[in-house]
């Protein structure tokens, strides 16, 4: 639009500008000729009207390339109303595309995640399992050592109170 012709307008001014000061003089150059006043009327109407008739061709031929010219603009702000439609829609479908990759990739990484927390759950749970049987592998075992180490205790009392008894019975009375 910043491309645009103005010679239609001012040709069209030079020439109405052109046609207005050439009726005028005529009109003057009439008013001062050596003639009969009815001849002079006569030529000034004819005048009047082939200037007149100039003018409205004129006029026309204005008129003319004005809707010419409206009818490009138009057609121009159509072609661009069209185009502008076209990329509307375009960054349009690319935001939802990107949205759309956005929403999966966050999908993708909560699904990994969640799934990562439910791994090391299961490992932690496998190696408090793993903790609990050693304890009581470990208690278990301790508790035979000391069962072994009571009726060990038990063996040597016994036999500590047959020696002793053995060595009261031994002695004179």
């Given amino acids: 639009m910043g491309n645009e012709d103005n010679s239609g307008s001012s040709v069209g001014?030079?020439?109405?500008?052109?046609?207005?000061?050439?009726?005028?003089?005529a009109v003057i150059a009439l008013l001062y000729a050596p003639q009969k006043g009815?001849?002079?009327?006569?030529?000034?109407?004819?005048?009047?009207?082939?200037?007149s008739d100039a003018a409205?061709?004129?006029?026309?031929?204005?008129?003319?390339?004005?809707k010419a010219?409206?009818?490009?603009i138009s057609e121009r702000a159509g072609d661009l109303t069209d185009s502008l439609k076209a990329k509307s829609g375009e960054v349009t479908d690319t935001i939802k595309a990107k949205a759309q990759d956005v929403t999966e990739h966050v999908k993708s990484t909560a699904s990994d995640l969640s799934s990562?927390?439910?791994?090391?759950?299961?490992?932690?749970k496998e190696s408090a399992q793993q903790l609990v049987d050693k304890t009581k592998?470990?208690?278990?075992?301790?508790?035979e050592s000391v069962a072994a180490a009571v009726?060990?205790?038990?063996?040597?009392?016994?036999?500590?109170?047959?020696?002793?008894t053995d060595a009261v019975e031994s002695q004179p009375a």
């Fill in 13 to 25: 001014g030079f020439i109405a500008g052109l046609l207005v000061g050439g009726a005028l003089g």
């Fill in 38 to 51: 009815d001849d002079t009327r006569d030529l000034i109407k004819q005048k009047t009207d082939e200037y």
């Fill in 56 to 66: 409205k061709t004129k006029a026309t031929a204005i008129a003319d390339t004005a």
């Fill in 69 to 72: 010219k409206a009818s490009d």
């Fill in 116 to 124: 990562k927390a439910s791994d090391t759950l299961h490992t932690a």
């Fill in 137 to 143: 592998t470990a208690i278990s075992n301790q508790k």
């Fill in 151 to 164: 009726d060990a205790g038990k063996q040597a009392a016994a036999e500590k109170k047959q020696e002793l």
